[in-house]
Nanobody, 126 residues
Framework: QVQLVESGGGLVQAGGSLRLSCAAS????????VGWFRQAPGKERDFVAA????????YYEESVKGRFTVSKDNAKNMVYLDMDGLKPEDTGVYYC???????????????????WGQGTQVTVSS
């Protein structure tokens, strides 16, 4: 059983930065992956970024490439999403998610993740 606890988020002006944190209990297996998703009001939960625990490979949605960085701290079992150059369209509830079995071709699909954090609100004002 994987548990995820998120922290961070808040209100920031356009162009600003925020860091989201996700504490993951017991990362296991070569396919253990933590993903970040966001959901705007009335919209589906969309992929933002993901990190493969073994090897540390990262994956990003096109609109956040160069602005967002996903990283991990092995010793603390933490995953971070550093968000720079924030835009109003980045506003939404951000979730971290985890899977021990997800394959790479499915890494951007929310349905591939079986464990979810509680979500944290990010609001970017113009």
């Amino acid at each position: 059983q994987v548990q995820l606890v998120e922290s961070g988020g808040g209100l920031v002006q356009a162009g600003g930065s925020l860091r989201l944190s996700c504490a993951a209990s017991g990362p296991t297996g070569s396919r253990f992956t933590v993903g970040w998703f966001r959901q705007a009001p009335g919209k589906e939960r969309d992929f933002v970024a993901a990190l493969r625990w073994s090897g540390g490979h990262t994956y990003y949605e096109e609109s956040v490439k160069g602005r967002f960085t996903v990283s991990k701290d092995n010793a603390k079992n933490m995953v971070y999403l550093d968000m720079d150059g924030l835009k109003p369209e980045d506003t939404g509830v951000y979730y971290c998610a985890a899977s021990s079995t997800i394959i790479l071709s499915n890494i951007r699909n929310a349905r591939g993740y079986g464990y979810w954090g509680q979500g944290t609100q990010v609001t970017v004002s113009s």
